[in-house]
Nanobody, 122 residues
């Protein structure tokens, strides 16, 4: 059974940084995409970033390009999201996710983590 466990959320002032981690277990992920979604109160869950496990190719939502960086450590089966220049509108629960599809759609996600809260104060 696949498990995705996030950590690293918290409270930060606008302009600050946080680093999220997602530890994956339960299977091999070489043909998977690993990624991050977020959901703010009253809003739909949205794509943030993803990375191809095999070659590390990243992709980002326009709203976070240039501020967020996704990376992975194959040896530790862990994916990271470095978030810089955080804004109040980045406040949300951030979820780790995986999929075999090159897709940013919520319905194509196969497994979700439990989520970690990120709060950015102005």
């Amino acid at each position: 059974q696949v498990q995705l466990v996030e950590s690293g959320g918290g409270l930060v002032q606008a302009g600050g940084s946080l680093r999220l981690s997602c530890a994956a277990s339960g299977r091999t992920f070489s043909n998977y995409y690993m990624g991050w979604f977020r959901q703010a109160p009253g809003k739909e869950r949205e794509f943030v970033a993803k990375i191809q496990w095999s070659d590390g190719s990243p992709a980002y939502a326009d709203s976070v390009k240039g501020r967020f960086t996704i990376s992975r450590d194959n040896a530790k089966n862990t994916v990271f999201l470095q978030m810089n220049s955080l804004r109040p509108e980045d406040t949300a629960v951030y979820y780790c996710a995986n999929s075999r599809l090159q897709s940013t759609r919520v319905e194509h996600v196969e497994n979700w983590g439990q989520g970690t809260q990120v709060t950015v104060s102005s």
